[in-house]
T-cell receptor, first 112, second 111 residues
Framework: DTEVTQTPKHLVMGMTNKKSLKCEQH?????MYWYKQKAKKPPELMFV???????INESVPSRFSPECPNSSLLNLHLHALQPEDSALYLC???????????FGPGTRLTVT | DAKTTQPPSMDCAEGRAANLPCNHS???????VYWYRQIHSQGPQYIIH???NNETNEMASLIITEDRKSSTLILPHATLRDTAVYYC????????????FGAGTQVVVTP
């Protein structure tokens, strides 16, 4: 199984809502990532978890809160987002020390 | 500041080889060259990587110049399904795990 799954596929939320994005992999990977991708732009790294510990936070605003409850799951908790946060949010996984990352299909987020 | 540079777009006829260049003049000696592609509405997909030697897999071939300042991804027989944005991201060695994607090359394969 070389699949990274993300739920939901689409999410529309208001600026006062709290929602969560979920990512799951069963490849035994111990590194997981969140990326943000705006339309017609490349993916931008947000967070990296290695062995369930946050190892990189790319100065992401605190309204985005990542969580890695176990080695297979990665969540991104969203609160008080702004319309400019509307984007495709991609999850990826890999073995530590390996840049061969497996990406999920993404969650298309719209903030109204 | 861009760590890798690629042409913004490229057209290729179906069945022909597509040669995609990437300039990575600031690459360090221990940094690999990676290539990914992103088909519309999908997540990026790993293609291939290499350090010094040329590499080939079922998807593509990778040619790295001897000075390692540039590389070429070769799709030997392009199909319509190869239409995608192709990236040669920069990997940082100061913090493991960081792939920095540049703007990439939009490849359109036409019948």
């Amino acid at each position: 199984d070389t699949e990274v799954t993300q739920t939901p596929k689409h999410l529309v939320m208001g600026m006062t809502n709290k929602k969560s994005l979920k990512c799951e992999q069963h490849m035994g990977h111990r590194a997981m990532y969140w990326y943000k991708q705006k339309a017609k732009k490349p993916p931008e790294l947000m967070f990296v978890y290695s062995y369930e510990k946050l190892s990189i936070n790319e100065s992401v605003p605190s309204r985005f809160s990542p969580e890695c409850p176990n080695s297979s799951l990665l969540n991104l908790h969203l609160h008080a987002l702004q319309p400019e946060d509307s984007a495709l949010y991609l999850c990826a996984s890999s073995q530590p020390d390996d840049y061969e990352q497996y990406f999920g299909p993404g969650t298309r987020l719209t903030v109204t | 500041d861009a760590k890798t540079t690629q042409p913004p777009s490229m057209d290729c006829a179906e069945g022909r080889a597509a040669n995609l260049p990437c300039n990575h003049s600031t690459i360090s000696g221990n940094e690999y060259v990676y290539w990914y592609r992103q088909i519309h509405s999908q997540g990026p997909q790993y293609i291939i990587h290499g350090l010094k030697n040329n590499e080939t897999n079922e998807m593509a071939s990778l040619i790295i110049t001897e000075d390692r300042k540039s590389s070429t991804l070769i799709l030997p027989h392009a199909t319509l399904r190869d239409t995608a944005v192709y990236y040669c991201p920069h990997m940082t060695t100061d913090s493991w795990g960081k792939l920095q994607f540049g703007a990439g090359t939009q490849v359109v394969v036409t019948p």
